[in-house]
């Protein structure tokens, strides 16, 4: 009887939460005014239409087989919206908004979608023979966080569309940030000591399967920056000439850096001698203390021009979980759930805040806004830990990124749910994307 109840009581939760995370989707396309759902706001990534139809496609197809009376109604349309793109290497999708269907079509698809998953999901949960027996708990976990995922992924790429085609919205963010205060260019000393990277099989957790197995990585002595480089300090060094000077990058990201004519993160814009920050509503004066968001490419370049370098995951670990006796932490701060003391994150604000905006968040080496705000890059390849084993209902998710093109980033942004902001979360991306809220922090060796 008591598992009974406990079962009814996490699959409650559960859809609550799915509920909760349709909403912050939905009000992301209530931003996009209607003439623009065919533009494509970033270059490598679908139109805007795709994402209207891929978050209920994604989850049709991760969950209709498990319930009653789901039978697929628009095979086109599941297989249209199943996945999205992450092109490397330079090519670039080529489709035109015609070859898209219209907004009703992909609203009334996504309407009948919600209405029969929710009636199945109310009904029941048929499990299935052998190999493909899976909980509803685990499903439901992916659908959920798939798609919180993507309120920060659409998120990014409203970002990058032109202000007059987007509906403003109020922030919330500027009401917390303390006044009278600088961004330091300190390092902070991390003692050599042990890093616990992963999630136990054990634990009752979810976690993706890139976050399995639990492991133990011995760190050496090492100095990190106390905050995410700023715009600031990443203005000293396109004033240098970072973006000229070829020894400061590889060959890979020189050539990406020259055939796409980089020349300044994604996030700025020049005029004459000034420079502006492209915020999700509004343009406004480069604003100096908040973290830059650039492409691992810009983050390396910098590092070298600082004599400095990327940390490892590891490295990451050690600094934002470790403490001076050897205990893990589960967040930065301690053991306290996140709050909008400890960082920038779960949707509270549309934009960054100053590096030093959260103090309650420092992690026990004083290491400080390694939660939220901006995700940070590191110099380790994204790759399974030892004893990896793909999810059977979505094998590709993290094993098609297996490829050596992929970097982890740690940490979160303004836009990611607090749901991700566990220990052994991993998000990725390749070297050369600019538009992820991702910034980083330097380490000395």
Same mark, same amino acid.
């Given at each position: ?53 891929? &978050? ?6 991760? &969950? ?5 009376? *789901? ?18 290497? @330079? ?25 029969? &998953? ?28 798939h798609r919180l995922m993507h309120a920060e992924t659409f998120t990014y790429m409203l970002h990058q569309l032109p202000i007059d085609r987007k509906i403003p919205q109020r922030g919330q963010g500027n009401a917390r940030t303390p006044g009278r205060m600088v961004a330091t ?77 980089? *020349? ?104 400080? @806004?390694?939660? @939220? ?12 830990? *030892? ?24 940490? @979160? ?7 991700? &902001?566990?220990? *052994? ?21």
């Amino acid at each position: 009887m008591l598992a009974a109840h406990s079962a009814a009581g996490t699959q409650h939760r559960l859809l609550a939460s799915l509920a909760h995370a349709r909403s912050e989707t939905d009000r992301l396309f209530d931003l996009v005014k209607p003439y623009s759902l065919y533009e494509r706001p970033v270059p490598e990534r679908h139109r805007i239409i795709f994402y209207l139809g891929h &978050l209920e496609a994604f989850d049709w197809n991760l &969950l209709h087989g498990h319930l009653p009376n *789901s039978k697929p109604f628009h095979p086109e349309f599941d297989r249209l919206f199943a996945f999205g793109i992450d092109p490397v290497g @330079g090519g670039l999708p080529t489709d035109q908004p015609a070859d898209w269907p219209t907004a009703t079509e992909v609203r009334d698809y996504r309407s009948r979608i919600r209405q029969t &998953l929710d009636a199945g999901l109310a009904t029941g949960w048929q499990t299935r023979s052998g190999s493909e027996e899976f909980s509803s708990s685990l499903l439901l976990n992916v659908a959920i966080e798939h798609r919180l995922m993507h309120a920060e992924t659409f998120t990014y790429m409203l970002h990058q569309l032109p202000i007059d085609r987007k509906i403003p919205q109020r922030g919330q963010g500027n009401a917390r940030t303390p006044g009278r205060m600088v961004a330091t260019s300190r390092m902070m000393e991390i003692p050599a000591g042990p890093a616990r990277l992963g999630l136990s099989r054990d634990s009752t957790s979810f976690g993706w399967d890139n976050e399995y197995e639990s492991h133990t990585v011995d760190v050496p002595r090492f100095a990190i920056d106390e905050h995410m480089v700023t715009n600031g300090q990443y203005l000293q060094f396109t004033k240098a000439g970072g973006y000229e000077d070829q020894s400061l990058w590889n060959e890979a990201d020189w050539l990406w850096k020259t055939g796409r004519q980089i *020349s300044h993160p994604a996030f700025w814009k020049r005029t004459g001698d000034s420079w502006s920050y492209l915020a999700m509503f509004d343009e406004r004066p480069l604003p100096l203390e908040w973290p830059v968001y650039v492409s691992h490419a810009e983050a390396s370049a910098y590092a070298r021009w600082s004599g400095k370098a990327l940390p490892t995951e590891a490295e990451w670990h050690r600094a934002a979980y470790g403490t001076p006796d050897g205990h893990k932490r589960p967040y930065p701060w301690g053991s306290e759930p996140p709050t909008v003391e400890h960082g920038n994150f779960d949707f509270y604000d549309w934009d960054p805040a100053p590096v030093y905006a959260f103090p309650n968040g420092r992690s026990a080496f004083g290491v400080s @806004g390694l939660l @939220g705000n901006g995700w940070e890059w590191t110099s380790s390849r994204f790759e399974p830990f *030892s004893g990896f084993q793909p999810f059977p209902f979505y094998r590709g998710y993290s094993a098609d990124f297996f490829d050596g093109k992929h970097y982890v980033i740690k940490g @979160g942004s303004a836009r990611t749910a607090a749901c991700m &902001l566990r220990r *052994s979360f991993r998000n990725w991306f390749q070297p050369h994307y600019q538009y992820v809220y991702a910034g980083f922090r330097c380490v000395s060796r």
